[in-house]
């Protein structure tokens, strides 16, 4: 069975820090696909990224990075010099077939303080 | 850019009534789910839909719970006696492949 954990309930950084959320994940199938959903407090799903498991290169997009690693089974998030608008909740999800349902985490609520 | 919609995005009802949630997913798309958000918990999976049948369903989708592509526009997820527990924000989501699933913005349900 699939399963995913993020152990950061709450995290809170003033703006301009670093910010690291953690994702470990636990699958049998040797295909997955992994991807992070932010939740404003508007309350809809905003796609971020999506990772193949035989593609672990690491990837930056603008503040973004992102750091995959089979050997660990985490994939996680960093937003670089954080600015309040990055305030949500973020999600890490799951999948272990191509249009496979998505199984989430319990997600990481980010407060960014000015 | 296409989105997924979905409407009402508030529904309130009694206890024990049937409520339909519709969903709109983008025209071209062939998988369709629905997902549900309890308050403050995390997005769980109900059900996914392709080729007109039910692909997968999660233990949350009991005999109460049952999904249609009436029209082939229309997504709808019906509950036919809702419980308080039913409350949640509900998630329609579509895709074409496998690159990320398009979430509309949801319906909130309020059971009373």
């Known amino acids: 069975a699939q399963k995913v954990t993020q152990a950061q309930t709450e995290i809170s950084v003033v703006e301009k820090e670093d910010v690291t959320l953690d994702c470990v994940y636990e699958?049998?199938?040797?295909?997955?696909?992994l991807f992070w959903y932010k939740q404003p407090p508007s309350g809809e799903l905003v796609f971020l990224i999506r990772?193949?498991?035989?593609?672990?290169q690491n990837e930056i997009s603008g503040r973004y990075s992102w750091n995959f690693q089979k050997s660990t089974s985490s994939f996680n998030f960093t937003i670089t010099a954080s600015q309040v608008v990055d305030s949500a909740v973020y999600f890490c999800?799951?999948?272990?077939?191509?249009?496979?349902?998505?199984?989430f985490g319990a997600g990481t609520r980010l407060t960014v303080k000015p | 850019e296409p989105e997924v919609t979905q409407t009402p995005s508030h529904q309130v009802t009694q206890m024990g009534q049937e409520v339909i949630l519709r969903c709109v997913p983008i025209s071209n798309h062939l998988y369709f789910y629905w997902y549900r958000q309890i308050l403050g918990q995390k997005v769980e999976f109900l059900v996914s839909?392709?080729?007109?049948?039910?692909?997968?369903k999660s233990e949350i989708f009991d005999d109460q719970f049952s999904v249609e592509r009436p029209d082939g526009s229309n997504f709808t997820l019906k509950i036919r006696s809702t419980k308080l527990e039913d409350s949640a924000m509900y998630f329609c989501?579509?895709?074409?492949?496998?690159?990320?699933?398009?979430f509309g913005p949801g319906t909130r349900l309020t059971v009373l």
């Open positions: 699958t049998r199938d040797t295909t997955y696909y």
């Open positions: 990772r193949n498991s035989f593609d672990e």
């Open positions: 839909f392709y080729n007109n049948e039910i692909s997968e």
């Open positions: 989501a579509s895709t074409l492949s496998y690159n990320e699933q398009f």
């Open positions: 999800a799951l999948s272990e077939r191509e249009y496979n349902d998505m199984r």
